[in-house]
């Protein structure tokens, strides 16, 4: 055997090459408390098996489908690594995940995570997995396993990354959206809590181009940093839309007949991905103010309301498509859950000019009466 230069036999470990396999123990143990929180009919939300298992008939479900997604935070994560805020950025990873299940009918069942970091930090990696946790408790959904993944040299000093995995079901016959959709129909939209996590490469482009530190006064909400302001989580609307859903009749004959998530491409391109090509929507911007956040926003990057649409929720993060009949009912329903919602537009006969919104080639436009108003 050939000896090293030094004439040592000191074995190289996983420990010098960076990985320690201990810090990754203490973490599954410090979040067992965090993943048992979050249980729910169908798993008891235990962690450390080679696999999450889930039990649909447990969950009550009759001749379920499965819906699936996946998502991260985009750039955001950026802001909450460099200014060590890490509590709230999984709250934006279950968001982003499961208010795309909800839109498809779907109740979201459990979640997973891939958490990647150059040098684990228990410490961090619990505040992050903690607001994982936090997120699945918003929507029902139980947090069920997940990876850490240390790889030094491939993530540089305090740097990770975040991706999520949630899986949910719809009984077979009340997917959304359904095909009834027509002209007279309601656009009811629900408000946002800011900017959720979409638009963040322009949102750190133009604070950096204001001269604007993380730890300065927002500028939009001075009473608190401009970091503090910028990871206020996105909302999470699972339990209000499933409640309306259950309330007023089902996916099947209740007056919901689409839901949208406004996440990247904003109302521009992701409420014309759940219209049949027989249908437009026409959505009035005064109906609504957009948060402050948003002015300053459109002011800093000169931006027109076109491009603030299509990049920014500018204060919808979701949009129902109502019968007319029934749109009373549902922001009654709906206040009752505390949201704020707000009748924003109708749907009218297709214009013949087409969107770009993604995966759907021949959805039909948006079209905008007014101009952005904000608060």
Same mark, same amino acid.
């Given at each position: 055997?050939?000896?090293?230069?030094?004439?040592?036999?000191?074995?190289?470990?996983?420990?010098?090459?960076?990985?320690?396999?201990?810090?990754?123990?203490?973490?599954?143990?410090?979040?067992?408390?965090?993943?048992?929180?979050?249980?729910?009919?169908?798993?008891?939300?235990?962690?450390?098996?080679?696999?999450?298992?889930?039990?649909?008939?447990?969950?009550?479900?009759?001749?379920?489908?499965?819906?699936?997604?996946?998502?991260?935070?985009?750039?955001?994560?950026?802001?909450?690594?460099?200014?060590?805020?890490?509590?709230?950025?999984?709250?934006?990873?279950?968001?982003?995940?499961?208010?795309?299940?909800?839109?498809?009918?779907?109740?979201?069942?459990?979640?997973?995570?891939?958490?990647? =970091?150059?040098?684990?930090?228990?410490?961090?990696?619990?505040?992050?997995?903690?607001?994982?946790?936090?997120?699945?408790?918003?929507?029902?959904?139980?947090?069920?396993?997940?990876?850490?993944?240390?790889?030094?040299?491939?993530?540089?000093?305090?740097?990770?990354?975040?991706?999520?995995?949630?899986?949910?079901? =719809?009984?077979?016959?009340?997917?959304?959206?359904?095909?009834?959709?027509?002209?007279?129909?309601?656009?009811?939209?629900?408000?946002?809590?800011?900017?959720?996590?979409?638009?963040?490469?322009?949102?750190?482009?133009?604070?950096?181009?204001?001269?604007?530190?993380?730890?300065?006064?927002?500028?939009?909400?001075?009473?608190?940093?401009?970091?503090?302001?910028?990871?206020?989580?996105?909302?999470?609307?699972?339990?209000?839309?499933?409640?309306?859903?259950?309330?007023?009749?089902?996916?099947?004959?209740?007056?919901?007949?689409?839901?949208?998530?406004?996440?990247?491409?904003?109302?521009?391109?992701?409420?014309?991905?759940?219209?049949?090509?027989?249908?437009?929507?026409?959505?009035?911007?005064?109906?609504?103010?957009?948060?402050?956040?948003?002015?300053?926003?459109?002011?800093?990057?000169?931006?027109?309301?076109?491009?603030?649409?299509?990049?920014?929720?500018?204060?919808?993060?979701?949009?129902?498509? =109502?019968?007319?009949?029934?749109?009373?009912?549902?922001?009654?329903?709906?206040?009752?859950?505390?949201?704020?919602?707000?009748?924003?537009?109708?749907?009218?006969?297709?214009?013949?000019?087409?969107?770009?919104?993604?995966?759907?080639?021949?959805?039909?436009?948006?079209?905008?009466?007014?101009?952005?108003?904000?608060?």
């Amino acid at each position: 055997m050939s000896q090293p230069p030094d004439g040592s036999q000191k074995p190289i470990t996983y420990r010098d090459s960076g990985v320690d396999i201990d810090a990754g123990n203490a973490l599954v143990e410090a979040i067992k408390g965090i993943a048992r929180a979050t249980a729910r009919p169908g798993t008891g939300a235990d962690l450390g098996g080679f696999g999450g298992l889930f039990d649909l008939k447990g969950a009550g479900f009759r001749d379920p489908v499965l819906v699936a997604a996946n998502d991260g935070v985009g750039t955001k994560l950026r802001i909450a690594i460099d200014t060590g805020r890490h509590a709230t950025i999984g709250i934006d990873l279950v968001a982003m995940c499961v208010n795309d299940l909800v839109v498809q009918g779907a109740e979201p069942l459990f979640f997973l995570d891939y958490f990647a =970091v150059g040098s684990l930090d228990v410490a961090v990696a619990r505040d992050v997995i903690a607001g994982i946790g936090e997120g699945c408790k918003q929507a029902g959904c139980a947090l069920i396993g997940g990876e850490t993944a240390e790889m030094p040299g491939h993530y540089q000093g305090r740097d990770y990354d975040l991706a999520g995995f949630a899986v949910g079901a =719809v009984e077979r016959g009340e997917i959304l959206p359904r095909p009834d959709i027509v002209a007279g129909d309601v656009v009811i939209g629900l408000p946002s809590s800011g900017i959720h996590s979409n638009g963040y490469s322009l949102v750190r482009r133009l604070a950096a181009e204001e001269r604007l530190a993380w730890d300065a006064p927002a500028p939009f909400a001075p009473a608190t940093t401009l970091a503090e302001a910028l990871l206020t989580p996105t909302r999470i609307y699972v339990k209000p839309l499933l409640a309306a859903l259950e309330a007023s009749g089902g996916a099947t004959d209740g007056p919901i007949k689409a839901l949208a998530h406004i996440t990247g491409g904003g109302l521009s391109e992701n409420l014309p991905r759940v219209l049949p090509p027989t249908a437009a929507a026409a959505i009035d911007l005064t109906s609504w103010p957009a948060p402050p956040v948003f002015a300053w926003l459109a002011k800093a990057g000169r931006l027109p309301d076109a491009e603030m649409l299509r990049t920014f929720n500018c204060g919808i993060g979701m949009i129902a498509v =109502v019968a007319s009949d029934g749109a009373d009912g549902l922001v009654r329903l709906l206040q009752e859950w505390g949201e704020q919602p707000v009748i924003i537009g109708e749907i009218t006969p297709p214009s013949g000019e087409r969107s770009s919104a993604k995966g759907k080639g021949d959805a039909w436009a948006v079209t905008y009466e007014g101009t952005l108003k904000f608060a």
